[in-house]
């Protein structure tokens, strides 16, 4: 096993030298020290280590530890850096910059959040993009974000449409009109996709699968049974009712 690199020496350029070696060494604990000891100890010095490391880390949790250091430095030194990422043709490099810009959670990124980015061709990219779309969209934004995230219903496998889900719901009730409007669509995957987010929204102990399987099978019956459950879902239950006794 290879042995962990001490940060603390009085040569700042060796100490620096010393970490930006860690952080590719083979042993990934040796990688996970160095990022940690970087983020103890913040240094602008190791800003391009940090990055350039972020694109390439195999590691979840190295890379995780990889953001937590680019946080502990000052942000107008990290975010004009950061931002040059989210352009970057290796798609690991973008989705870990939109990762890293969650977590340092300045609202002036928003603007740097485009529509490409939330339609990345990249599964893993387009994800990360939606989350940190809804924890930098100003208030006034959140509806037209919520119209462009209901454009992506429908799209990938189950994480990726659990994503989607939880970024429409976390955006709260400005997603209930594009909810009602997808779950309309001929598209059938796309109005399943946007009935299990609603049920998930209003009820969120419901569980993801089962509430995929629940808009399928409302979906599969037909418009009117949809408008019926619709209809059912909304009505207020009346003090002597309890939801075990409702009507269904």
């Known amino acids: 096993m290879q042995e962990v690199v001490p940060i603390n ?9 010393r970490v930006a070696r860690a952080l590719s060494a083979e042993d990934g604990s040796v990688r996970l020290q160095a990022a940690l000891a970087a983020g103890t100890h913040p240094d602008p ?47 690991q490099a973008r989705s870990q910059a939109l ?7 300045d609202r002036s990124a928003w603007a740097w ?35 462009e995230l209901a454009g992506q219903l429908g799209r990938g496998d189950r994480e990726v449409r659990l994503s989607l889900s939880r970024a429409l719901i976390d955006l709260g009730d400005v997603t209930e009109p594009v909810l009602a409007k997808a779950s309309a669509s001929p598209d059938l995957e ?25 808009a399928k099978r409302i979906v599969a019956l037909g418009p009117a049974h949809a408008a019926a459950s619709d209809e059912e879902t909304a009505r207020p239950v009346e003090p002597d009712e309890t939801p075990e006794t409702a009507e269904c």
Do not use: Q, Y
């Not at 020496?9 to 030298?17: A, E, I, L, V």
């Not at 100003?138 to 974000?145: F, G």
């Not at 109005?191 to 399987?213: I, K, M, N, Q, S």
């Open 99 to 105: 990762h890293t810009l969650s977590k340092i959670g």
């Open 45 to 91: 010095a190791f800003l391009e280590a940090l990055v350039g490391r972020c694109a390439v880390e195999p590691d979840f949790f190295v890379r995780d530890m990889l953001s937590w250091a680019l946080t502990r430095l000052p942000p107008e030194v990290t975010l004009p850096r950061v931002r040059r990422e989210l352009g970057a043709e290796r798609a």
């Open 190 to 214: 796309v109005a399943a996709h946007a009935r299990a987010t609603e049920l998930l929204r209003r009820d969120p102990e419901a569980g993801f699968d089962a509430a995929v399987e629940e």
């Open 9 to 17: 020496t009085t040569d700042g350029t060796d100490r620096n030298t």
């Open 113 to 147: 959040i485009t529509r490409g980015m939330l339609r990345d061709a990249d599964d893993e990219v387009a994800r990360t993009a939606w989350r940190v779309a809804v924890v930098l969209v100003p208030e006034e934004e959140k509806e037209d974000l919520a119209g």
